[in-house]
Every structure is written in C-alpha cells, then in structure tokens.
C-alpha cells in the first residue's frame, strides 16, 4: 500500500509543478481578445472569437484508458459543429473545434491545455477528472473558460468556469448501490465489494460507497487499482475469500470487462455495478460478453443511445450516417449533451451580445431546465451542484441498438438526497 500512496503523493506532485510552469509560461501571452472589443452584430468579443468564428477546444483520451469513450465523445461534438455550421452557425458566426489527444497522460494533458487556452472561448471536453482537477485554480482564477468535461469528481463542484453535467460519481455510487440494495439481494449486514481506480474518480465513487453502505449497515471492502492495471485476478480473489454479495467497480471499461469475467469463471457470481466511465458495448464481443450481460449492470447520467426518444433515434441515424463503421456507446451521448449544452450557453450569450468568456459563463447560469433530450433536466444555475443527482440503471444487452437497455429510469436514491457532494 505504501508504493500507492507514494505513486498517487508523486502524480499530485507532478501535476502540481506542470500547473506552475504552464501557468508562469502563459502569463506573458497576449490574448486573442480582451472582452471589450465589439465586432459584428454588436456582440462583445474576446478569447477565440472573431466576426466569423466561434473556437472551441475539446481535450480527449483517444489512445490511452478511455479511447473508445474519448473517440465517440469527438466524433459525437464534430458531428454536432458540422450540424450546427449547416445550419448557419451561431451568432452569425461559424464554430470551430480543434481537437488534441491527450492519451490520458498528465503532461500531454496539461501541455494540450496551455496551447489552446489563449485560443479557444472554452473547451466542449475534458476528459480525466485528475487533470481537470489540476488546471481548476488556473481556471478559476486567471483563464476563466468556460470547461464542460467529461469528468464527474465532486471536487470540480464550486468552480464557475468548470461544470459537471449530470451526478458526481458519489451521488452516481450512491444510486448504485441503492439499485443492489432493492433489487439485487444486496442487504444490512452484508459485504460489499469496491474496486476503484486511485485518485479522484474512484477515490470520490468511494466516498459515495462508504456512505450508503453506512445507512444500509452494509461493510465495504476496499480494492484500490491502477489505470495501469488491466487484470482483476488479484482483486477478484481477495474480494471472494472475504465473501462479499455484491461488487462496485470504478475503473475504466477493461478492468470492469476483467473482473466480471475473471468472477463468472472462479465461481464469484455476484452482481457487479459500474460507474459511468466503466463500460463500452464492444466488450460484448470479447470474451467476457456473455458474464456481463448476466452479472454487470452500470450507472448512467442519461438514457442510452438506443433510447425511445426523438433525440436518441435521430441521433442514431446522423451518426451511423456520418460515421458508418463505428459502433453507439453512451460516448455519443455525452458528447452531444455537453456539446449542445455549450451551443445553448453560446446562444443566450449572443442574445446578450456578450461572446466573452465572461458572458458564457454568465449565460450558462441561464439553463436551469435545459434537456438534452435523453431523459434528463439539467440545472446548471448553481456551480456548487451537479447539474443533476439522477441516475439510470443500464445492462449491456447486445441485442439492443447500442448494446445497453434501461433497467432502472431516471431515479434519485433516499440516500442521495440527503447528501452532500
């Protein structure tokens, strides 16, 4: 345990000191705008916006622990610009998304940050809660874009600039072991297996664990992994021998595929639920497919991409039209929803005639009802809340479009509402 510690001490470290330098590197560059200079139709404009053009950043993982969801995410908000353009822009202008992979490495990560920040109004994506969590106090106090990732650690609640869309993963865990709890067996007095990434997404999906396993007199025993670390022997043994009924995962879409399938095969069939980030639907081709359409459910901040809604099937149709040989996955559907939700943010902010960073921002706190059109009503008025505390229970099912149906709609546990994130 002592290694972990030292290795999770060495990545804050290492971020903390990368923030410093990029922070001191930028503080000399000029900016695109300056928030006072008025262009076409009388709008403010500052920071990546022209009379033409509206520049968006998105900062992925499409080569590292989260490519499949960091390419369906991209491929998703591309698909959403080249619509949006079609259609004539926003606010008379046309908008741009330039696109950097970080690989989920934490220097490419903060170095995609930097080289972007004085040319975009804000980025549509983010991916990796660590590394977001570490350019917050650059944001909050000097850049001030707005960031909309796909990230879900409470710590990034508070910040003006930086906004969770949809449960942070304490409230998500919450729901899911609520979902264990009435419909899965899962009882006082049990235990309850936690497998989890170290650092912010998983250790704050464990602060969501201990807590409702506290209310329902259920016992947590603690499994804490690498993003590195892609074989689940190891844990699934030790949570067997310690007898555990049910089993929560927050990790990434190998480990929970690994750990279903190594459970199913030493005899350990218990239901195993995931958080948001831990499953991708071409997992059911792999080997460990059929265990997880019987033993694995996630949680989810929205409907699946099959889901019966107007959005959902014309969502469907654009996508297979635009990207033919890709297979749906809930990727799509945040990246929409995020995209879409910053497209609205632009347009109340162009109603204002206030393009600035400042002016987005301001007209984000607009949207305190704004549907995606998958299911759920987002609040983005408050910084110190997630936009929503529901979550839906989905199974991976290859029969169905996108290899997910619902199990469980839109719901808020007892437990969640009392909570505070």
Known sequence: ??????????????????VALTAAGCSSKAKTGDGKQTGAGGVKAGEGVTDKTISLGALTDMTGVYATLGKSVTQAQQLYVKQVNAGGGICGRQLELTVRDHGYDPQK??????????????????????????????????????????????????????RVLGATYDVETINAVDFLLKEKGLKSGDKLGHVYFEGDYGENALKGSKYAAEKAGVTVVEQKIKPTD?????????????????IVISAGPRQAASLVGVAAATGLKVPVVGNNSAFAPQLLGTQAGPALEKMYWFASPSLPIGADTPTAKKLVADYKAAYPSDSLDNGIVAG?????VFGEALKKACESKDLTRDGVGKALLTLTSYDAG?????????????SSRESVIIQPDKKVPGGMRTVRPPFVADAAKSYTP
Request: glycine share 8%; no cysteine; charged share 15%.
């Open 336 to 340: 929409w929803t995020a995209a879409s």
């Open 374 to 386: 998958f299911g759920m009503s987002h609040n983005l008025g408050d910084p110190k809340a997630p």
């Open 109 to 162: 990560a903060l170095a995609a940050y930097t080289e972007l920040e004085p040319k975009v109004v804000g980025y549509t994506q983010f991916i990796g809660s660590p590394f977001v969590a570490a350019v917050k106090p650059r944001v909050d106090v000097k850049d001030k874009g707005l960031v909309l990732p796909q990230a879900w650690s409470a710590s990034l609640l508070g910040s003006p600039y930086i």
């Open 1 to 18: 345990m002592n290694h972990r510690r030292q290795a999770v001490r060495g990545l804050a470290a290492a971020l903390a000191a990368l």
């Open 230 to 246: 892609n074989d689940m022997s190891a844990q699934v043994a030790a949570l067997k021998q310690a007898g555990v009924k049910a």
